[in-house]
């Protein structure tokens, strides 16, 4: 198992580090500038900047060592006031070395530009003085870290879960289509097989359309444009058509603006059979279906309407419409199925976004 990652890479810190004491130099800078002119005092201009800046970025190369020590020792139990204890010798132990940067740094700098010597005043004052300062940046790296650290861990925490989510979805999306793909053969090839009494030729035309269909149901992605999904349909249809001849009629109003819109796949060729097939078995009535797609106040909305006798109450949960709850239940904007009664028949509405 991996260790629990306490603090951030040190890749990930140090620029938020390095601007964080750029500012700070900058905003410090600023400060002694304000208190020297209220005091009305005089003073070279570059002298407040030079003295900030080299006092907050002296702490940017013993930053890696903190870093290193809230990575190795991190404040947990067991044994959180032993390391509590060892953490503040460390920071004492940093603040010496910085001080100790900026003090050799400002000495070399005041004698390159002649600007004298540098007055650092009684070094163990002035060490306490830094490390007064310094122990506040110590703890405050250590809360930004431990932040960080959670934030990155909580985002971590969601993408796992939006991996297995959608690991679920697919797994669920391919033992649904491994029962539907089924499902449907079954049906196709007892129309094909009552073809093949009446004419053969019809029967190979729509053995080849089955071909071309299932091609399309194992090559389909979990979600589709609307218009390949009715390019889907289209071939079921051609597949009907084969076997009922003008007894099928199919309009579509479907509006354009929608035609690039995703929707789950193969989700209309289970509602259009459930149609055909409780259609009246009668030779001489035409199976009427009219499929639209529209927008509405909520979202949009794809109807399929027939002209068949069949009741609301009577649609159970068969196989075709188990298929498209379930994958209707696996998109992220909210989606639904029902039925209602239309003057000729039933409709069935998918809404999408409402």
């Known amino acids: 198992m991996k260790p629990e990652q306490h603090v951030p890479p040190l890749r990930k810190t140090f620029p938020y580090v390095a601007i964080y004491l750029c500012l700070g130099g900058l905003i410090s800078t600023f400060t002694v500038t304000l208190d020297y002119l209220a005091g009305g005092r005089s003073f070279p201009w570059y002298l407040p900047p030079l003295w900030e800046f080299s006092g907050f970025l002296s702490v940017l190369p013993?930053?890696?060592?903190?870093?290193?020590?809230?990575?190795?020792?991190?404040?947990?139990?067991?044994?959180?006031?032993?390391?509590?204890?060892?953490?503040?010798?460390?920071?004492?132990?940093?603040?010496?070395?910085?001080t100790t940067l900026f003090i050799?740094?400002?000495?070399?700098?005041?004698?390159?530009?002649?600007?004298?010597?540098?007055?650092?005043g009684i070094l163990i004052y002035r060490y306490l003085f830094e490390y007064s300062k310094f122990i506040t940046f110590y703890w405050f790296c250590y809360a930004f870290l431990r932040l960080y650290q959670l934030t990155l861990d909580k985002k971590a925490l969601q993408e796992r879960e939006t991996a297995?989510?959608?690991?679920?979805?697919?797994?669920?999306?391919?033992?649904?289509?491994?029962q539907i793909n089924p499902h449907f053969l079954f049906n196709t090839?007892?129309?094909?097989?009552?073809?093949?009494?009446?004419?053969?030729?019809?029967?190979?035309q729509m053995i080849s359309l089955l071909s071309d269909l299932l091609r399309r149901s194992l090559d389909l992605q979990p979600a589709v444009s609307l218009a390949e999904e009715l390019e889907t349909l289209n071939a079921y249809l051609a597949i009907m058509k084969a076997r009922m001849g003008d007894r099928l009629q199919v309009q579509f109003d479907v509006d354009a603006h929608l035609t690039t819109t995703e929707v789950p796949s193969f989700i209309l060729q289970?509602?259009?059979?459930?149609?055909?097939?409780?259609?009246?078995?009668?030779?001489?009535e035409t199976v009427q279906i009219a499929i639209q797609a529209q927008p509405d106040l909520k979202g949009w909305t794809l109807s399929i309407?027939?002209?068949g006798r069949g009741k609301v109450e009577e649609m159970g949960e068969g196989l075709g419409l188990m298929y498209v709850r379930e994958r209707m239940a696996t998109l992220k904007e909210p989606a639904r199925?029902?039925?209602?009664q239309n003057p000729d028949g039933l409709t069935a509405h998918l809404h999408f976004g409402s």
């Not at 090839?189 to 029967?203: G, Q, R």
């Open 62 to 98: 013993i930053y890696p060592l903190s870093h290193l020590a809230f990575q190795k020792w991190p404040l947990t139990k067991p044994n959180l006031a032993s390391k509590i204890f060892w953490h503040i010798l460390l920071s004492l132990f940093f603040s010496t070395l910085a």
């Open 189 to 204: 090839l007892n129309t094909i097989s009552a073809t093949m009494y009446e004419d053969l030729d019809k029967a190979d």
């Open 164 to 178: 297995l989510r959608e690991a679920h979805n697919r797994a669920q999306i391919q033992a649904l289509k491994s």
């Open 104 to 120: 050799s740094f400002r000495v070399w700098l005041y004698k390159v530009l002649s600007f004298g010597d540098y007055q650092y």
């Open 305 to 307: 309407c027939d002209n």
């Open 337 to 340: 199925l029902d039925f209602s």
């Open 270 to 284: 289970p509602l259009v059979e459930n149609a055909i097939q409780h259609h009246p078995a009668l030779a001489h």
